[in-house]
């Protein structure tokens, strides 16, 4: 059973990869489709499964840190923004389907903001 999850720790270099195609195509058709408003359905499909690759690479990482013994301080930014990039993708998920309990953040907050978190983790990793 220990080799299993070493092994699923040291996919996260590969499936770290899903989520930042997913979510930065779904950020680049949001961002030319915000006047037509014409390819919501094929926007709401890209940032699903780049919330669900994201949760996916988070749960490889963190079994690849506590398998590998990677120190706390050299994984700390990288673990922290890779959890805000899932919050963040899974609340444009949320407002792009019109869950009115993201009322309060704005499109442009969270598409921002995610593409920011986005590149630091990535940076950090």
């Not at 080799?3 to 040291?10: A, H, N």
């Not at 094929?42 to 940032?47: K, P």
């Not at 990288?78 to 792009?96: E, V, W």
């Amino acid at each position: 059973m220990d080799f299993l999850f070493d092994l699923l720790g040291r996919f996260h270099p590969l499936v770290v990869h899903l989520p930042i195609g997913f979510l930065i195509l779904g950020w680049m058709m949001w961002v030319f489709d915000r006047k037509t408003q014409k390819h919501q359905k094929i926007i709401r499909f890209a940032f699903f499964w780049g919330t669900l690759s994201t949760l996916i690479a988070v749960f490889t990482g963190t079994v690849q840190y506590v398998r590998e013994g990677y120190p706390w301080e050299d994984v700390q930014g990288h673990l922290i923004l890779g959890i805000a990039t899932f919050l963040f993708s899974f609340l444009m998920y949320l407002k792009l389907k019109g869950f009115p309990i993201v009322d309060r953040f704005s499109q442009s907050f969270l598409g921002y903001a995610l593409l920011i978190v986005l590149f630091i983790t990535g940076h950090l990793g």
